[in-house]
């Protein structure tokens, strides 16, 4: 099967710093997608993003689907970010298979 | 909008009892999947439900059985309950394959 690896698996960052967030997967996927998992355990999507690039307000995405990569991008980072971020893949099957996760700490 | 609702939101058995986990998706949305995160992991995926029918079954055993009622909602049962059944019970839903799939808040089963 498809492995999803994410990298780094932890982080930890001061406030108002940037990061770069990558995940790789093995395989060529229909679908990938980036969640946030708050400290309550709900996951937020973030992005809906098989190729290409999105940003939405700090946050940005981007997808190389040819070389198998994807990379999150926080800009001016706040202690609401800490929490682990988490890329998942699917090849239209709606069964999503994440990555390993990092966790991102930003302290004040 | 409703997002994905789960209920409940806790709840605390004893080995060998048996659960049932409840998931309604978001209006319009007939596919619905279950995941089991536990501490530590990514979400492993355990079932997924399409017009009522099973689309898609993870590695879990036959003591995890699931269904999709007429209205879209869903309900993910476990038997015989084990320790390492302990997990967060995930609930997502989506138009279909190849859109985007939202999460509910979980549901949060402690095995005593």
């Known amino acids: 099967g498809i492995q999803v690896e994410q990298s780094p698996p932890d982080l930890i960052l001061q406030e108002g710093a940037n990061s770069t967030l990558r995940c790789n997967f093995s395989d060529s996927v229909n679908n990938l997608q980036w969640f946030h998992q708050n400290p309550w355990g709900q996951l937020i999507n973030l992005f809906y993003i098989p190729s290409g690039t999105k940003q939405n307000g700090r946050l940005s995405a981007t997808t190389v689907a040819t070389e198998r990569y994807s990379l999150l991008y926080i800009s001016s980072s706040q202690t609401t970010d800490s929490g682990v971020y988490f890329c998942?893949?699917?090849?239209?099957?709606?069964?999503?298979?994440f990555g390993t996760g990092t966790r991102l700490q930003v302290f004040p | 909008d409703a997002g994905v609702t789960q209920s409940p939101t806790h709840l605390i058995k004893t080995r060998g009892q048996h659960v049932t986990l409840r998931c309604s998706p978001i209006?319009?949305?007939?596919?619905v999947s279950w995941y089991q995160q536990v501490l530590g992991q990514g979400p492993q995926f355990i079932f997924q439900y399409y017009e009522k029918e099973e689309r898609g079954r993870g590695n879990f055993p036959d003591r995890f059985s699931a269904r999709q009622f007429p209205n879209y909602s869903s309900e993910l049962n476990v038997n015989a309950l084990l320790l390492g059944d302990s997990a967060l019970y995930l609930c997502?839903?989506?138009?279909?394959?190849?859109?985007?799939?939202?999460f509910g808040e979980g549901s949060w089963l402690t095995v005593v």
């Open positions: 997502a839903s989506s138009l279909g394959s190849g859109n985007t799939i939202y």
């Open positions: 209006s319009g949305h007939k596919s």
């Open positions: 998942a893949v699917d090849n239209n099957t709606d069964k999503l298979i």
